[in-house]
C-alpha cells in the first residue's frame, strides 16, 4: 500500500484546510491510520490516529480543533484542520499501520504553513 498526502498549503491564522490520504490499496486490513507532522528543527510528533473501528485519538495541542476520519470506500484519511494557528505549521505525513504483519506506510509529506 502507498499512501499519498495532499491538501497542504499556505492559510492565516485561524483559518482552516483539510489534508487527504489517499491509499493505493484498500485501508480496510489497515489497523489504525494517523496523521504526524515535523516542524523545522523538531520531532516528528503524532497529530491524530484512527482505528478501522473509527476509535480516534488527538494531540491534546490539537484537540476541539482538527477532526480526523476514514472513508474506507475511498481509501482516503482525511485530517479537517481548523482555526489554525501559527504553531500548526509543519510538514504533516500520514501513517498507517497493519498490526498482525508488523506493517508500517509512510506517505510522503503535505506542507502547511500558517501565517499570523
Known amino acids: 500500500v502507498q499512501l499519498q498526502a495532499s491538501g497542504g498549503g499556505l492559510v492565516q491564522a485561524g483559518g482552516s484546510l483539510r489534508l487527504s490520504c489517499a491509499a493505493s490499496?484498500?485501508?480496510?486490513?489497515?489497523?489504525?491510520m494517523g496523521w504526524y507532522r515535523q516542524a523545522p528543527g523538531k520531532q516528528r510528533e503524532l497529530v491524530a490516529t484512527?482505528?478501522?473501528?473509527?476509535?480516534?485519538n488527538y494531540a491534546d495541542s490539537v484537540k476541539g480543533r482538527f477532526t480526523i476520519s476514514r472513508d474506507n470506500a475511498k481509501n482516503t484519511v482525511y485530517l479537517q484542520m481548523n482555526s489554525l494557528k501559527p504553531e500548526d505549521t509543519a510538514v504533516y505525513y500520514c501513517?498507517?499501520?497493519?498490526?498482525?504483519?508488523?506493517?508500517?506506510?509512510w506517505g510522503q509529506g503535505t506542507e502547511v504553513t500558517v501565517s499570523s
Open positions: 501513517k498507517g499501520e497493519r498490526f498482525d504483519w508488523g506493517l508500517v506506510y
Open positions: 490499496g484498500s485501508i480496510f486490513s489497515i489497523n489504525r
Open positions: 484512527i482505528t478501522k473501528n473509527n476509535s480516534t
